[in-house]
């Protein structure tokens, strides 16, 4: 007899032995792989050269003189040639709470959020899977990261409607995560595609600096340091197992992944979401909190691949900053070159929050394309995937590049 309508039928599974319940859904035979990668950019450029002319004008501070000095500088050592940014001035001009420090503006900022985070990873989605060159109906998954907002239904549902996903396509959420989170969205994604065989799982992170964009403030100084690094990007990766043969090309195999946080290090970066939206605050001593502390835990894990030495492996690293950057590479006596895609997307994007260390291994790719290197890590086998954010906590994959054919 057919089940009333509205309702499912109970599925009677078989006993295993022992009174157990089997595994009804079987696991995949060899690592995740990335098989194809997509990103994208709100189309507005934003020049660091004019930019503080630019910020304190339309949050009606230029008499500040001061802190605008102050506010240049910071913008002169940060790296950035560039930003993409949803929010210029048109937008902002239109939403003027935005461009005070702390007038209550939460619902304006959701409203933008809620509509352009999922647009943009939508976006970065459909060149993913252009590159992987598989069918929409096909994927199975999808973890999306964002510290950009929270809503329900979340982004997840939306990006899975504009793509025209099946409705049975199973959604991890992932809120306010910080700049780990493109690490931690591919550790998810490497264990649901290793215990789903067939599982095409969509890895997405996507930012948009509406939810952080304040006026400048004596008092908060940390918000000079946001204001001048952040900037707007999404990032998807397609990940897999067992790769079909000449019909998916895997990029990077995904062998091991973990995290760590740091013990009494929970202040250091925090994010507080208020009716003036949120505010992060970051500690001067982030890096040399990471740089001092990050080797101890990487001897430890490249073991699983040999222990290879680290100027014999490629770096997708956070772009923080350029200072982490630096004192990474100055405590673990890095080549200067091993740095060099954080570098690149710190210069043309700027901080992009978690979808930024998404974007630093497509740049890795590209630059051994360019070169014409033996593997898609810049000559080398093994390479790291590292991201880092409140806890402090470190994210960290181990990774195999494919050969450059």
Not at 14 to 39: E, F, N, S, W
Not at 46 to 51: D, F, K, P, R, T
Not at 298 to 320: C, Q, T
Not at 362 to 373: C, E, V
Request: with cysteine; hydrophobic share 40%; charged share 20%.
């Amino acid at each position: 007899m057919a089940p009333p309508s509205g309702e499912v039928e109970a599925v009677q599974l078989p006993q295993a032995l022992g009174g157990l319940q089997p595994r009804c859904q079987a696991r995949a035979d060899g690592p995740a792989c990335v098989l194809g990668m997509g990103t994208a950019n709100p189309p507005t450029e934003i020049l660091q050269e004019g930019y503080p002319d630019r910020f304190f004008d339309i949050t009606n501070c230029s008499d500040k003189l001061a802190l605008k000095a102050k506010f240049k500088r910071i913008c002169d050592k940060s790296g950035i040639r560039k930003r993409h940014m949803y929010l210029t001035e048109e937008v902002l001009k239109a939403n003027p709470l935005m461009t005070t420090y702390k007038e209550p503006s939460l619902d304006v900022r959701h409203d933008i959020t809620i509509v352009q985070v999922p647009k943009l990873a939508a976006e970065a989605a459909t060149n993913a899977i252009k590159e992987w060159g598989g069918r929409k109906s096909d994927i199975t998954h999808i973890v999306f990261a964002t510290t950009s907002g929270v809503n329900m239904p979340g982004a997840d549902l939306t990006i899975a409607k504009l793509l025209g996903l099946k409705p049975t396509v199973r959604r991890v959420m992932m809120y306010q995560t910080g700049c780990f989170g493109g690490a931690t969205a591919l550790r998810v994604a490497k264990d649901l595609a290793e215990n789903n065989k067939g599982a095409r799982v969509l890895a997405v992170c996507a930012e948009v600096t509406a939810v952080t964009y304040r006026a400048p403030d004596e008092e908060h100084l940390d918000g000079l340091i946001g204001s001048a690094l952040f900037g707007d990007g999404a990032a998807v990766y397609v990940v897999g197992s067992d790769p079909k043969p000449l019909v998916e090309k895997p990029l990077f195999e995904v062998l091991w992944a973990g995290e760590t946080f740091l013990p009494g290090t929970q202040e250091i970066i925090t994010g507080k979401l208020t009716e003036a939206g949120l505010f992060l605050k970051a500690s001067i001593e982030v890096p040399g909190l990471i740089s001092s502390n990050i080797g101890a835990f990487l001897n430890e894990v490249r073991k699983v691949i040999g222990s290879p030495d680290y100027n014999e492996m490629f770096w997708a690293v956070h772009p923080g900053g350029p200072a982490i950057l630096s004192k990474i590479e100055d405590k673990l006596a890095l080549n200067k070159d091993k740095m060099q895609g954080s570098r690149d997307i710190l210069q043309e994007y700027g901080n992009m929050s978690c979808a930024s260390i998404m974007f630093v291994l497509d740049q890795i790719r590209k630059r051994s394309l360019k070169m014409g290197s033996s593997t898609l890590g810049e000559g080398n086998e093994y390479g790291w995937f590292i991201g880092f954010g409140p806890g402090l906590t470190l994210e960290v994959i181990v990774l195999r590049a494919a050969p450059n054919v």
